[in-house]
């Protein structure tokens, strides 16, 4: 007699005995969860354009528009309330962008995986929402077939890029390389041994006037110490100057 606990694994028991009440000749298995679908949230400032989406999505079984938004600050709120499993937002919205109310989302909802779906081929817009947490980059030039097909990508690990962006993003890398390459040619440009003193007093906080009390020499001298650290080192500011000796190992602050 069966305990009740855990599922029917099929129409006979252990070693092929039949099990009581159930036709022997019926091979069906019972008690298999049926897969929950992927929940979506649609963002748009367009309405006509998520009510085309939630036509075109509520075809697939396997995915659930469970609300939408009309800009980036409601969308922030609609997923802290339905936890959605995929976010389709635009970039460019009124109220909150969709790059802003990306980063917002992934605080409310962790879990939740965002495909941006735009007209924006920007390259500066991609690199935004690959750094805001989103998932996928998709241009709204693609099939009503591919964007089904990108949700379930997205929704099982993967990461979905529109292929013309993704080609920008791939020449993008290869001229970060060169660059990277080119300046590991060109050794790390010399600071005095007074401007070594210089920049160690800029990283604890030091004014100019304080530098200059502390090392006995004229504000002016100051000044002009900090801008010869700046224009070797091509930066723009003290605290890039800074930030760059640390990571060159020019100078070590403990």
Do not use: W
Request: proline share 4%.
């Amino acid at each position: 007699m069966a305990d009740g606990f855990g599922p029917v694994l099929g129409a006979r028991g252990a070693a092929g005995m039949p099990v009581a009440g159930v036709d022997p000749d019926d091979d069906r298995v019972y008690g298999t969860p049926e897969k929950e679908p992927i929940r979506v949230l649609v963002v748009d400032d367009h309405a006509l354009f998520r009510r085309g989406l939630e036509i075109v999505l509520a075809q697939e079984e396997d995915i659930q528009v469970i609300g939408e938004a009309g800009d980036g600050a409601e969308a922030v709120d609609k997923a802290a309330d339905l936890l959605p499993d995929i976010v389709l937002m635009d970039v460019r919205m009124p109220r909150r962008g969709g790059i802003e109310a990306c980063t917002a989302i992934k605080e409310v909802a962790p879990s939740a995986k965002i495909i941006m779906l735009t007209i924006s081929d920007e390259e500066a817009d991609l690199y935004d929402a690959i750094k805001a947490g989103a998932t996928g980059y998709l241009l709204k030039e693609i099939s009503t077939d591919e964007v089904s097909t990108a949700i379930r990508a997205v929704a099982d690990g993967q990461s979905q890029i529109s292929p013309s962006m993704a080609a920008k993003l791939l020449t993008e890398f290869k001229s970060m390389i060169q660059r990277t390459d080119e300046r590991r040619l060109v050794p790390a440009p010399r600071l005095t041994d007074r401007e070594l003193e210089v920049l160690k007093l800029v990283a604890t906080g030091m004014n100019n006037r304080d530098i200059a009390k502390e090392l006995f020499i004229s504000e002016n001298t100051v000044k002009n110490h900090v801008r010869n650290i700046l224009e070797k080192l091509q930066l723009h500011s003290r605290m890039e100057a800074v930030v760059y000796a640390m990571r060159e190992k020019i100078l070590e602050i403990r």
